[in-house]
């Protein structure tokens, strides 16, 4: 059974899916606050401001939406069946040179993820210690590497040995113990091929489902390998305490406003390599501790700038992620792989929150194929 997902049906991965998770955050955390009653329940006012924040985002998304119908010929949104999917390649079909290349880069990322892991001595999910210690420079530039590269393979050449290279650095990013990073290469994966295979829904459930899986598995067995820390939740409930925790810790940073003044953005920038993590900075301006805490997508910005900054941040995320969005329907290629990227870091963002510097670097790039493309589009005009 096939669903016509991206020829004007259903588009699952528009941008406003967002507002969806967020929404489907909330119910999750609600039964630590309603129904264990594990941690306090949130006032009015934080249902206020993810209201406002998503309204913002809306806005943004709907407004490039107008900017590109009206400045620009071609019609950013459509495809047809001649450039919606990624021509399939067979074993024995050649490489081209720039295919070749792109393999090399998604080596090159898995080889420097197996050189950091093997410098540890040994599998950091199993080992809070290690897993501190896990994010090192390698890490750090491997993830840059593979993310990218096996996005923009996948969006490029429609040939199934590739799978395997995504499993590969999948597997080899989980034994680092971060949540994060096997879920963003999951769904951005999932993501890419949506938009540039003919995927049955069938396969569609089935990778959610076990992004789904993952995210307990590799957040519950972490946790277990904290020894200083006992809990007697199970894996479905452990999601909920976090939610509702990270939930409550966006309250106190509503409360705190400018308490950072820029400093929390500036450490996100400049932190991996001064040692710093803004995480503490986000702990140390909500709860008083110096703790790595989670504030939501909206807590780093009310914590900087006040509710001007959040709404700003989460009007300009709309405009941005729309407009790649809106080209990747299409141009397809590049613009593909980092739509997905983007879309599924920014997921990742409703509980991290925007303090990642290699998120922002991502972006970065996102506006520049933006731009590329606009410039582009004027040409023609």
Do not use: C
């Amino acid at each position: 059974m096939n669903f016509d997902f991206k020829n004007g049906n259903f588009d699952l991965f528009n941008p406003l899916i967002l507002v969806v998770m967020v929404i489907l955050f909330l119910i999750i955390a609600m039964p630590m606050w309603y129904f264990y009653r594990e941690l306090p329940a949130p006032n009015l006012e934080l249902y206020l401001y993810i209201g406002l924040g998503l309204l913002f985002f809306i806005f943004g998304v709907f407004i490039s939406n107008y900017f590109m119908n009206n400045n620009f010929k071609a019609d950013v949104g459509s495809t047809t069946k001649e450039n919606l999917y990624t021509e399939k390649l067979s074993l024995s079909d050649s490489y081209s040179k720039n295919e070749l290349i792109i393999v090399g880069l998604v080596s090159l990322g898995i080889l420097l993820q197996i050189i950091n892991i093997a410098l540890l001595g040994g599998i950091p999910l199993f080992s809070a210690t290690l897993k501190a210690k896990a994010a090192t420079k390698i890490w750090l530039i491997s993830y840059i590497i593979f993310l990218p590269s096996i996005n923009v393979l996948l969006a490029k050449y429609n040939r199934k040995s590739h799978y395997l290279l995504l499993v590969i650095g999948l597997v080899l990013f989980a034994l680092t113990g971060y949540r994060t990073t096997p879920i963003a290469i999951m769904l951005s994966a999932l993501i890419t091929l949506y938009y540039t295979r003919d995927v049955d829904v069938k396969y569609i459930i089935l990778a959610i489902l076990a992004i789904a899986v993952v995210l307990l598995a590799v957040g519950f067995i972490a946790v277990q390998a904290i020894s200083w820390q006992h809990w007697s939740l199970n894996p479905i409930e452990l999601v909920s305490y976090r939610a509702a925790f990270t939930l409550n810790i966006l309250s106190k940073a509503i409360e705190n406003q400018f308490t950072t003044m820029g400093n929390l953005f500036y450490t996100t920038l400049t932190g991996f390599f001064t040692h710093s993590d803004a995480r503490v900075l986000v702990g140390q301006a909500t709860i008083g501790r110096v703790h790595s805490i989670t504030s939501t997508i909206f807590g780093p910005a009310l914590l900087d700038f006040g509710i001007v900054g959040m709404l700003l941040q989460m009007f300009l995320l709309g405009f941005i992620l729309k407009t790649l969005h809106g080209i990747q329907n299409h141009k397809k290629s590049i613009f593909t792989a980092f739509y997905g990227i983007l879309l599924a870091q920014t997921i990742i963002w409703i509980e991290t929150g925007p303090t990642d510097v290699v998120v922002w670097l991502f972006y970065f790039i996102g506006i520049l194929l933006i731009i590329h493309y606009l410039r582009g589009a004027n040409h023609e005009i």
